[in-house]
């Protein structure tokens, strides 16, 4: 049996953890023993996880820094003790994020257990990257790629000496592949694709736990899913509704999620009297009933990797207006599954007044959705070949 160990942040409600959950359930208990390590125990998908996966929080829990310290001296472990200390102040004086991870990796000691294979799993500056390769010992190391790391240049830089360590470096879309490598085009031969996966029969199953929409709405219903942020552009939603209610279409605008920008678009709502046309559904921790009963899918993010939640959307063979990011066109064919437009309110208004006026467009993107069959993802063994 492998050893597997996945190092991410925390379990919130977000893309990547879904990723993540769907990869977990699909590594067979028989064949793998696979250890989770999360940054810090909770968020809306801890308990997602299937129930053959360890779970362990990095930092312990329910320990201050004082009293790892004291715990240490009184077995003994001067030495360690100050460390702890040491890295801990040193941390707290970082001038920067990647100096403050450095510093807390240093804190924590190295894992007794060797593992056949150690994934960091999560954006690509952070501190899985420094953890898995300082703190484990595996045969081969391996890191994910679920972002356009243009988006992140900057921070980038003093990553990159790590990056070189790893054995295998995956990416979830050809795209974002392609943007890696060339960031780091000495790392091309060991960058590969790993699409996320996406456990079909599941997300369909649970479309129908219960019915989703509980208002009496008639007219389109236009459902977004994700994390209120910036990047996902949920932001340039009010005034792209504002003008579909001025041309008399008869919709009503969903958002699944939570964020920091919950607060920025509630005001924006009030402010054009939306109230009753924008609904923020906050976390919902089984999206796929609203999938399913939506008229229209709308993806209007600014940057993503090979976004989850439009390939969730695919799943329902639902119209789709996505914009063009990093991955889409790796999952929607313009024209023919669904529409690709530009980051700007004129493309996304124009397209989907297009798709909730021509029915027999709409049809065909669900039709031709259907008959969709392309396996996008590698084989696991692949993936988890030592």
């Known amino acids: 049996m ?34 989770l390590l999360v940054m810090g125990m909770g968020g809306e998908l801890i308990n997602d996880i ?66 056949d294979i150690a994934i960091a799993y999560h954006t690509p500056a952070s501190f899985p990257v420094v953890y898995v390769m300082d703190n484990i010992k595996a045969k081969v190391k391996a890191a994910w790629i679920h972002s356009d790391v243009t988006q992140y240049k900057t921070e980038l ?16 879309s050809k795209y974002a592949e392609e943007r890696f490598v060339h960031l780091y085009p000495t790392l091309t031969s060991k960058t590969k694709v790993f699409y996320n996966i996406l456990d079909k029969e599941k997300c369909e199953l649970q479309a129908n736990t219960n019915s989703g929409f509980s208002d009496n709405f008639d007219g389109f219903r236009i459902l977004t899913v994700g994390r209120l942020t910036e990047q996902k552009g949920q932001d340039i ?13 008869n919709v009503r605008w969903y958002l699944i999620g939570e964020g920091e920008n919950r607060q920025l678009i509630n005001s924006i709502i009030e402010k054009n009297n939306l109230q009753e046309h924008l609904i923020l559904l906050g976390t919902v921790h089984n999206p796929y009933p609203y999938y399913k009963k939506c008229d229209l899918y709308v993806q209007p993010s600014r940057h993503e990797g090979y976004c989850i939640t439009l390939a969730e959307a695919r799943i329902f063979n639902k119209p789709i207006v ?33 798709v909730l006026t021509d029915v027999e467009l709409a049809y065909e993107f669900q039709r031709n959705l259907a008959n969709d069959s392309n396996n996008r993802c590698l084989n696991l063994n692949d993936l988890l070949q030592v």
């Open 2 to 35: 492998k050893k597997v160990v996945v190092v991410t942040r925390r379990m919130i409600m977000g893309g990547i953890e879904k990723a993540l959950i769907s990869m977990l359930d699909s590594m067979p208990k028989d064949q793998y023993d696979i250890t």
């Open 50 to 115: 299937p129930s053959h996966v360890k779970v362990r929080c990095i930092f312990g829990e329910g320990h201050s820094t004082i009293d790892k310290i004291w715990r240490n001296v009184k077995r003994g472990n001067i030495n360690y003790a100050y460390k702890i200390g040491k890295y801990k102040l040193l941390s707290k004086k970082a001038k920067s994020v990647f100096e403050q991870e450095l510093y807390l990796s240093k804190m924590l000691p190295t894992l007794q257990t060797e593992y």
């Open 157 to 172: 830089v003093p990553y990159k000496s790590y990056y070189e360590k790893y054995d295998k470096v995956y990416c979830v």
């Open 237 to 249: 939603i009010p005034a792209i509704l504002k003008e579909l209610l001025s041309k008399g279409l």
């Open 322 to 354: 996505t914009t063009d990011f990093v991955g889409a066109r790796e999952q929607i064919i313009h024209g023919k599954t669904g529409l690709i437009v530009q980051f700007n309110h004129l493309d996304l208004i124009e397209n989907i007044v297009k």
